[in-house]
């Protein structure tokens, strides 16, 4: 099994499972920050890997009067500021060619969202940054497929490449997860991630934005850390009510340390007995 190294934490393997969690997108520096100290310190105090995630630009938002966010340049002050101050690596998307350069003079992993994970010209300049590449595994694209656009980075010569999970297109509105995906994504040589956030959203239905049902990421989150997942991504706010983006399938900032101790202890359990590693 491949494992990345992104500063001082691997993901892949059997090192622990790690957390990749921030707001849905830049909401200011200083609600940022707050967030993203108060991740590294119930992290730190658990002995969980953690990288920060936030977005500059929403830029496939369901409406067009929906928030965005910053913008690059101001976006990549907060991502710089995050890295420097609170201590952390820092994630982050890109929407297109020319976003890849400037994001990977800031950041420590790019991320390719879901719905541009076959954009060749994306996928590539993203492989040619050196840096390792998180592919969000769109919401029509089968886990086997997924290596495909994997296959498009690794041939830039950059191979620290992941892939995360974020749920099926069910009908209309709504996502399932399939967790033999992440046993058919770890085979192909992936470390896989589990956003268990946006598994749970319900895209555009809430008149014109999207919906989510928050309650059910915890479950999933469980349900993803025993089927042997190598990390987690969740979007966390103190406030998901007044969340400009996704708060509806945004975790409670507070509710999250008791989440995170049982994630932990299952993972535990996992990795002793070796059970990411049963072959499928």
Do not use: W
Not at 60 to 78: E, W, Y
Not at 139 to 164: H, L, M, R, W
């Amino acid at each position: 099994m491949k494992e990345i190294l992104i500063r001082d934490i691997i993901i892949g393997g059997i090192s622990p499972v790690a957390l990749i969690a921030g707001p849905c997108v830049i909401e200011g520096e200083s609600l940022t920050l707050e967030i993203a100290a108060a991740l590294k310190e119930m992290t730190s105090s658990l002995g969980i890997p953690f990288i920060f995630k936030a977005s500059f630009d929403k830029a496939n938002r369901t409406s067009v009067g929906s928030p965005r966010g910053p913008g690059i340049t101001d976006g990549l002050k907060v991502l710089e500021k995050i890295k420097e101050e609170i201590g952390v690596p820092v994630l982050t998307d890109v929407h297109c060619k020319t976003e890849v350069a400037p994001v990977a003079e800031v950041v420590d992993v790019i991320q390719i969202p879901a719905l541009l994970c076959r954009q060749t010209d994306l996928l590539i300049e993203a492989g040619r940054s050196g840096l390792p590449v998180n592919i969000k595994k769109g919401q029509f694209v089968a886990p086997a497929d997924i290596a495909k656009a994997a296959a498009k980075v690794e041939s830039t010569g950059n191979d620290k490449v992941f892939i995360t999970e974020r749920g099926t297109s069910f009908g209309y509105n709504n996502l399932v997860v399939d967790m033999r995906g992440f046993a058919i994504i770890r085979k192909a040589g992936y470390p896989v991630v589990f956003d268990a956030t946006h598994s749970v959203q319900l895209p555009s239905s809430a008149g014109g934005v999207s919906g989510g049902d928050r309650e059910m990421a915890p479950y999933l989150a469980r349900a993803a850390v025993a089927a042997g997942v190598d990390a987690l991504f969740m979007e966390v706010h103190p406030d998901p009510g007044s969340a400009l983006c996704d708060g509806p399938n945004s975790i409670d900032l507070k509710e999250l340390p008791a989440l995170l101790k049982v994630l932990k202890e299952i993972d535990t359990l996992v990795t002793s007995s070796g059970a990411r590693d049963i072959p499928v």
